[in-house]
Nanobody
Framework: QVQVVESGGGSVQAGGSLRLSCAASGSIFSVGTMGWYRQAPGKQRELVAIVMRDGRTNDADSVKGRFTVSRDNAKNTVYLQMNSLKPEDTAVYYC????????????????WGQGTQVTVSS
């Protein structure tokens, strides 16, 4: 079993900052891509930012220059530093981790966290 647990959400005024963390634990042989999606009320879940194991990242245009995704491979942890927050960033943020559970496992499976609420007031 693999667990993915987020932390760090909360409420902040526009222009403020928050840092989200997410750790994968359990039956893990290797962790590939990690990252963040978000879902606002009435909208579909959308990509925020992902980071590959080698550090390459892919960010949504809406967060470029404001959000930074990073990871600590030794801790199987991914971070999302969010600066210059806007009310439209309000959403539930979900962490994902692509995990290979054992040496004999043929592929990576995607695991999701339970989500953490980020609320930005104007």
């Amino acid at each position: 079993q693999v667990q993915v647990v987020e932390s760090g959400g909360g409420s902040v005024q526009a222009g403020g900052s928050l840092r989200l963390s997410c750790a994968a634990s359990g039956s893990i042989f290797s962790v590939g891509t990690m990252g963040w999606y978000r879902q606002a009320p009435g909208k579909q879940r959308e990509l925020v930012a992902i980071v590959m194991r080698d550090g390459r990242t892919n960010d949504a245009d809406s967060v470029k220059g404001r959000f930074t995704v990073s990871r600590d491979n030794a801790k199987n942890t991914v971070y999302l530093q969010m600066n210059s927050l806007k009310p439209e960033d309000t959403a539930v943020y979900y962490c994902l981790a692509n995990v290979r559970s054992s040496f004999t496992a043929p592929e990576f499976n995607t695991y999701w966290g339970q989500g953490t609420q980020v609320t930005v007031s104007s």
